[in-house]
C-alpha cells in the first residue's frame, strides 16, 4: 500500500522572519518541491489572503522564499485565490486584489503578482472531467488549471460546516470557480428574502437560466429551474439573495474532495502543499475579526500528498496538544469524512512517514 512523506519542522509565529522564511525554505527543498517546477512553469501559489480584520491568516512575508525558489528552478511564480460566494471584500476581483493588498499580499513582500484564478466575478473556470462518486465533471478556476505547476500554502482552522479547513478544502473549495462552489453547497438553493427585495430586478437580468420571477412584489427563485450557478448571490446590492452555508457536513466534504481531485488531477507531480499548524483557530480565515489561536504554534508540515498532509496535520495537532481539533472546534462533524473520500476516489493516502527536519 501507498505511504507519502510528509516533513515537519518545528516553527513558532513570533520567530524571526529570518528563520521562519529558512525553515520553509529548508522545507520546499526537503519534500522535493524543485521537482514540480521546470523552466517556464507558470507556477501558482495559493494562499488564502484573510477575510478583513483577519489577523491570524499565513502572512505574506512566508510566500517570499518560495517564491524565490521557483524562479530560481526557472518558473514564473503568481500567487492566487478565487472570488467567494458570499457578500465580502472577497467576492469580485477588483476589492479582492485591494483586500489582499491592503493584508501586504504585494509583490516586495512576496516576490511575485497577485493574480485572481477565477476572474472578475468568479466564473472563468474549466471544466475537468473526474468521473467521481458524484461528480463527472467539476468546475475549478482557470488559472488554477492553466498554471503548469501549483504550490499550495494552507493555514488549516476549525470549520462550520466541515469541521475542518485544511489543504483538501483549500484545494476544492478555495481553487473552483463560483459554480463549483455552489455545486458544492447545492444541496441548498439560493432564496429571497422578500423583505429586503427592492425590486431592482438586476437579478432578473443575470439569472443565465430564467430561474428568477416576480412573485408578491418581490423577486423569487424557481428551484426547480435554478442551477445554483451564484450569480444572483453576487449581483444582489441589497443582501436579499440567502444562501443556507449548513448544508449536510458529510456531503459537502464529499463534494469538496472531488472539487480538490479536479485541481489535483491536472498537476501529476506538478504540486506540494504546506500547512502551517501556527495561529490554529476555531474558524477559518473567511471570519473577520480577530480570532483567538485554539493552542500554542506547532510548526510547518509539507508534502507532495495532500490527503496525507492533512491527516498529518490532524494527527499531529491530536498529538501535540492531547486533543482532536474537533474537540476545539465543531465536536458534532466528523472531520475525516473528506480524507476518507478522497483517499477512496484518488487524490492520495492517509498512510504517511513524518520526517522531522530542522535548521
Ligand atoms: S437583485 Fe436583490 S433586490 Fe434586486 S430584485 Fe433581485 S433579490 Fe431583489
Ligand atoms: S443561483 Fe444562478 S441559476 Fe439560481 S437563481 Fe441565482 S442566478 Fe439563477
Same mark, same amino acid.
Given at each position: 500500500?501507498?505511504t507519502a512523506d510528509?516533513y515537519f519542522i518545528?516553527?513558532?509565529s513570533?520567530?524571526?522572519?529570518?528563520?521562519i522564511?529558512?525553515?520553509?525554505?529548508l522545507? *520546499?527543498r526537503?519534500?522535493?518541491?524543485?521537482?514540480?517546477?521546470?523552466?517556464n /512553469?507558470?507556477?501558482?501559489? $495559493?494562499i488564502? *489572503?484573510?477575510? $478583513?480584520?483577519n489577523v491570524t491568516h499565513i502572512?505574506?512575508t512566508y510566500v517570499?522564499?518560495v517564491a524565490?525558489l #521557483?524562479?530560481?528552478?526557472?518558473?514564473?511564480? *503568481?500567487?492566487?485565490d478565487?472570488n467567494v460566494?458570499? $457578500?465580502?471584500q472577497? %467576492?469580485?476581483?477588483v %476589492?479582492?486584489l485591494?483586500l489582499?493588498q491592503?493584508?501586504?499580499f504585494?509583490?516586495n513582500?512576496?516576490g511575485?503578482p497577485?493574480?485572481i484564478?477565477?476572474g472578475l466575478?468568479g466564473?472563468?473556470?474549466i471544466?475537468v =472531467?473526474i468521473?467521481?462518486?458524484? *461528480?463527472?465533471?467539476?468546475?475549478i478556476? =482557470?488559472?488554477?488549471i492553466?498554471?503548469n505547476?501549483?504550490? @499550495?500554502?494552507?493555514?488549516?482552522?476549525g470549520?462550520?460546516?466541515?469541521?475542518?479547513g485544511? =489543504?483538501l478544502?483549500?484545494?476544492?473549495?478555495?481553487l473552483s470557480s463560483?459554480?463549483?462552489?455552489l455545486?458544492?453547497h447545492s444541496a441548498?438553493?439560493p432564496? @429571497?428574502e422578500?423583505?429586503?427585495c427592492t425590486?431592482c430586478?438586476?437579478?432578473?437580468i &443575470?439569472?443565465p437560466v430564467?430561474? #428568477?420571477e &416576480?412573485?408578491d412584489e418581490?423577486?423569487f427563485?424557481v428551484?426547480?429551474?435554478?442551477?445554483?450557478c451564484g450569480?444572483?448571490l453576487?449581483?444582489?446590492?441589497f443582501?436579499a439573495v440567502k444562501?443556507n452555508w449548513?448544508?449536510s457536513?458529510?456531503d459537502?466534504?464529499?463534494? #469538496?474532495?472531488e472539487h480538490? !481531485?479536479?485541481?489535483?488531477?491536472?498537476k501529476k507531480?506538478?504540486?506540494?502543499y504546506f500547512s502551517f499548524?501556527l495561529?490554529?483557530?476555531?474558524d477559518?480565515?473567511?471570519v473577520?475579526?480577530?480570532?483567538?489561536p485554539?493552542?500554542? /504554534?506547532?510548526g510547518i508540515i509539507?508534502s507532495k500528498d495532500?490527503?496525507a498532509?492533512d491527516?498529518?496535520?490532524?494527527?499531529?495537532?491530536?498529538?501535540? =496538544?492531547?486533543?482532536p481539533l474537533? !474537540?476545539?472546534?465543531?465536536p458534532?462533524i466528523? /472531520?475525516?469524512v473528506?480524507?476518507v473520500?478522497?483517499e477512496?476516489?484518488?487524490?492520495?493516502?492517509?498512510?504517511?512517514?513524518?520526517k522531522? #527536519?530542522?535548521?
Amino acid at each position: 500500500m501507498m505511504t507519502a512523506d510528509v516533513y515537519f519542522i518545528r516553527a513558532k509565529s513570533e520567530e524571526n522572519l529570518n528563520v521562519i522564511q529558512s525553515k520553509i525554505d529548508l522545507l *520546499f527543498r526537503s519534500a522535493g518541491f524543485d521537482s514540480c517546477i521546470e523552466h517556464n /512553469d507558470m507556477t501558482a501559489i $495559493k494562499i488564502h *489572503f484573510g477575510e $478583513k480584520g483577519n489577523v491570524t491568516h499565513i502572512p505574506p512575508t512566508y510566500v517570499l522564499p518560495v517564491a524565490r525558489l #521557483i524562479e530560481a528552478n526557472g518558473g514564473k511564480p *503568481f500567487v492566487t485565490d478565487t472570488n467567494v460566494l458570499y $457578500k465580502s471584500q472577497r %467576492s469580485d476581483a477588483v %476589492s479582492h486584489l485591494k483586500l489582499a493588498q491592503g493584508h501586504g499580499f504585494t509583490v516586495n513582500n512576496c516576490g511575485a503578482p497577485v493574480i485572481i484564478a477565477d476572474g472578475l466575478r468568479g466564473s472563468n473556470e474549466i471544466d475537468v =472531467t473526474i468521473n467521481g462518486e458524484l *461528480f463527472e465533471k467539476v468546475s475549478i478556476a =482557470t488559472e488554477a488549471i492553466t498554471a503548469n505547476s501549483l504550490i @499550495v500554502f494552507t493555514h488549516p482552522t476549525g470549520h462550520l460546516s466541515t469541521g475542518f479547513g485544511g =489543504t483538501l478544502k483549500n484545494l476544492g473549495m478555495g481553487l473552483s470557480s463560483r459554480k463549483g462552489k455552489l455545486r458544492q453547497h447545492s444541496a441548498v438553493k439560493p432564496w @429571497v428574502e422578500k423583505t429586503r427585495c427592492t425590486q431592482c430586478g438586476q437579478c432578473i437580468i &443575470w439569472c443565465p437560466v430564467d430561474a #428568477i420571477e &416576480w412573485r408578491d412584489e418581490a423577486a423569487f427563485i424557481v428551484n426547480e429551474t435554478c442551477i445554483g450557478c451564484g450569480e444572483c448571490l453576487t449581483v444582489c446590492r441589497f443582501d436579499a439573495v440567502k444562501f443556507n452555508w449548513r448544508t449536510s457536513g458529510i456531503d459537502l466534504q464529499k463534494r #469538496i474532495a472531488e472539487h480538490a !481531485l479536479g485541481v489535483v488531477k491536472t498537476k501529476k507531480d506538478k504540486a506540494g502543499y504546506f500547512s502551517f499548524l501556527l495561529n490554529v483557530t476555531r474558524d477559518c480565515d473567511c471570519v473577520s475579526g480577530k480570532q483567538q489561536p485554539l493552542f500554542a /504554534d506547532i510548526g510547518i508540515i509539507a508534502s507532495k500528498d495532500p490527503v496525507a498532509l492533512d491527516q498529518a496535520t490532524l494527527d499531529m495537532i491530536e498529538q501535540e =496538544t492531547g486533543k482532536p481539533l474537533r !474537540l476545539y472546534s465543531y465536536p458534532d462533524i466528523d /472531520d475525516t469524512v473528506q480524507l476518507v473520500h478522497g483517499e477512496k476516489i484518488g487524490l492520495g493516502t492517509r498512510r504517511y512517514r513524518l520526517k522531522e #527536519i530542522s535548521l
